[in-house]
């Protein structure tokens, strides 16, 4: 794990109040040279269904706005974010209608950013939440940015929900399966930056057996990916990076 992400990843164990999840989120923007970054809980799940919890770097008089006239009710990041696990571009999003272009048009006088990643977040009991970055920028500059710290922003997301789920006492206690030997040096070798073919390399497999081993870890860490794998893992000291 290079040094930026290493830090990151670190910083989010400080989290310990919105005050302190607001300090992050200016890390996360200043080390990737971003406009903004927000972590927004819908529902922290369970008994705390419905609660909020989060912090944006947006300026507050865009997220009055954006309240005041409901435009989280059409908003399509929110909605496809609620649909689906998998991180997604706001340009692959449809925003056509009158609506949603005077929602562009007011978030662009905000400076909002007009190029968007965010990665959905989902837990076991009904946990809901949304990590999200964006930046003004063209569509080239933003595909060469994206490249290089999605998987970072994968990671650093699943860090940041764990904190706050535990912060908030939204976490309740789960038994984790103890992985095998194999299984956590499949892990920590993709958590270190390493791809599928480099890790099926390293440890002389082929990369069909290196999915199977990522599965199972997946699996018995519960996570919905396998970045979600990984910062479990990490959390609960199963690997170190």
Known sequence: MHERLQSLVEGTARIDSQAGLMRFLKQVRRAYDLDNAIYYALSLGGEKAGEEFGA??????WHERYEDVRYRDCDPVVIASTTTFAPFDWQTLDWTGRPLRRMLAEAKEFRVGNQGYSIPLHGPQGQFAMFSVSKQCSPEQWAALIAEMAGDMLLVAHHVHRQVLDLTGAEQARMVKPLS???????????????????????????????????????????????????IAMKNRAIHV
């Open 181 to 231: 030997p194999r299984e956590k040096e499949a892990l920590t070798l993709i958590a270190a930056g390493r791809s599928r073919g480099q890790v099926a390399d390293q440890l002389e497999i082929s990369e069909s057996t290196l999915r199977v081993y990522l599965d199972s870890a997946r699996h018995k860490l519960g996570g919905l990916n396998t970045f979600h794998a990984i910062a």
């Open 56 to 61: 944006m770097t947006y300026p507050m008089a």
